[in-house]
């Protein structure tokens, strides 16, 4: 397999536009409704595959309905799931995300099933055989943080698997932990709340540079609509998001992520395969949902 996804599955339901939370027992009619495969892992996941990267996601779900729900829309989009473990007794990750008009997504979220995922549940070929393997969400996977799995990561960077990693959360205290990754990733993808918890900087810039000190090849700094900040051992390079009409910015990152990574596959410098991501991330911010605007974005690969 080229890319392996490890982390976060989230089930997300999604409704748009919703200005305000409607009083007692009151209804407001909306345009929009979907249920989708989500989070750091399984998000990115779907994306690659819509890309045309062949991809499998590796992560825990409840044996619930809703994990029936997320392992068959993932599999129907082209992801091998076969790395996917059900948890009996527990419920698969799932978050409500009533859209505003402007795009801005607060959330309403149940951890679920992301929180018991070790170890003991990876294949460990599957990890050291692929072309790159995507952390996503290590800051809540908290049976991942474990020497021996990091032990795993270098065992597969030791063989010529890239690794990179993203963040799920905005939660200060969850930020320590998955900083002890950094010296085991080749590429660390944060946003700009996440890298100026991580960091404690100031700002963007000062935030990127330190944890680049940590270990990454590159740290690349999602900024919304304002691009991405890139830093390397060469310097600083900000990268311009694209001008367009903003639905949803549920999953950018995720998607930010997967063109990255598809531009990695392809042999891309990173500031290429951060344009790339820059574009996909753009389809996703123009519909509903984290595999929203993906239809025939395969021809994005072809176009840089």
Same mark, same amino acid.
């Given at each position: 397999m080229t890319v392996v996804t490890l982390g976060v599955h989230i089930v997300d339901v999604l409704a748009r536009p919703v200005e305000s939370i409607p009083a007692g027992q009151d209804t407001h009619l909306l345009e929009q409704i979907r249920i989708t495969a989500a989070g750091a892992a399984a998000g990115t996941a779907v994306t690659l595959a819509r890309i045309g990267v062949p991809v499998a996601s590796v992560g825990a779900v409840g044996d619930d309905e809703l994990g029936d729900f997320l392992v068959m829309i993932m599999e129907r989009r082209g992801v091998d799931v076969t790395g996917i473990v059900r948890k009996g007794g527990e419920?698969?990750?799932?978050?409500? @995300?009533?859209?505003?008009? =402007?795009g801005g997504r607060p959330s309403f979220h149940v951890p679920g099933a992301n929180l018991? @995922?070790? *170890?003991a549940d990876l294949d460990r070929g599957r990890v050291t055989g692929a072309r790159v393997v995507h952390l996503g969400g290590m800051d809540v996977t908290w049976g991942l943080h474990d020497p021996a799995f990091f032990a795993l990561l270098a065992e597969a960077r030791a063989a010529g698997t890239i690794i990179t990693? =993203? *963040?799920l959360s905005n939660m200060p205290d969850l930020m320590q932990g998955a900083r002890s990754f950094l010296p085991h990733v080749d590429y660390f993808l944060p946003n700009e709340e996440q890298a100026l918890l991580m960091s404690g900087a100031a700002d963007v810039e000062r935030a990127a540079l330190t944890l680049l000190e940590e270990g990454p090849r590159a740290v690349l700094v999602t900024l919304g609509g304002e691009g991405s900040l890139i830093a390397t051992a060469s310097g600083i390079t900000r990268v311009p998001? @694209? =001008?367009?009409p903003v639905v949803d910015t549920t999953g950018c990152g995720d998607a930010y992520c997967a063109g990255f990574i598809a531009g990695l596959v392809d042999g891309r410098e990173v500031l290429a395969a951060a344009g790339l991501g820059t574009a996909v991330a753009a389809r996703v911010a123009g519909g509903l949902g984290s595999d929203a605007g993906l239809d025939g974005a395969s021809e994005l690969r072809a176009s840089g």
């Open positions: 419920q698969t990750a799932a978050s409500i @995300l009533p859209i505003r008009p =402007d018991g @995922l070790s *170890l990693m =993203d *963040l998001a @694209l =001008d367009v």
